[in-house]
C-alpha cells in the first residue's frame, strides 16, 4: 500500500522560499514518476511539477524559474524547493504517484503572506 507523507509546509513572506517534502513507502520508488500537487479552497487540484524516473521534469508555466522538484532514490524522497513566493502560491501541496490512483498525501499547507 502506498503511503506518501509530506513536510516543510508554513507560513512565509513573498519573496521568501521554502522547500517541502515527500517521503514515499510501498512503491518501487526509483521507477516511478513523481509529482507535487497544490489545491486551494473551492478549486480542483492543480499539477505543479513532475519528475520522471529518469530525471524529466515538467513544470505549470507560472512556477517555471521559482520552483525546482528533485529526487533522492536512495532515500525514497522527492522534493520541492520552491524560491521568490507569492501570495498566490498559497495552497495545501500534495506529493502524488501519477501511476497510482489516489495514491496522495496527506498535504501540506503553504502560506505566503506578510
Known amino acids: 500500500q502506498v503511503q506518501l507523507v509530506e513536510s516543510g509546509g508554513g507560513l512565509v513572506q513573498p519573496g521568501g522560499s521554502l522547500r517541502l517534502s515527500c517521503a514515499a513507502s510501498?512503491?518501487?520508488?526509483?521507477?516511478?514518476?513523481m509529482a507535487w500537487y497544490r489545491q486551494v479552497p473551492g478549486n480542483q487540484r492543480e499539477l505543479v511539477a513532475s519528475?520522471?524516473?529518469?530525471?524529466?521534469?515538467v513544470y505549470v508555466d507560472d512556477v517555471k524559474g521559482r520552483f525546482t522538484i528533485s529526487r533522492d532514490n536512495a532515500k525514497r524522497a522527492v522534493s520541492l524547493q520552491m524560491n521568490t513566493l507569492k501570495p498566490e502560491d498559497t495552497a495545501v501541496y500534495y506529493c502524488?504517484?501519477?501511476?497510482?490512483?489516489?495514491?496522495w498525501g496527506q498535504g501540506t499547507q503553504v502560506t505566503v503572506s506578510s
Open positions: 519528475i520522471s524516473s529518469g530525471g524529466n521534469t
Open positions: 510501498g512503491i518501487i520508488f526509483s521507477i516511478s514518476t
Open positions: 502524488y504517484v501519477p501511476s497510482i490512483r489516489n495514491s
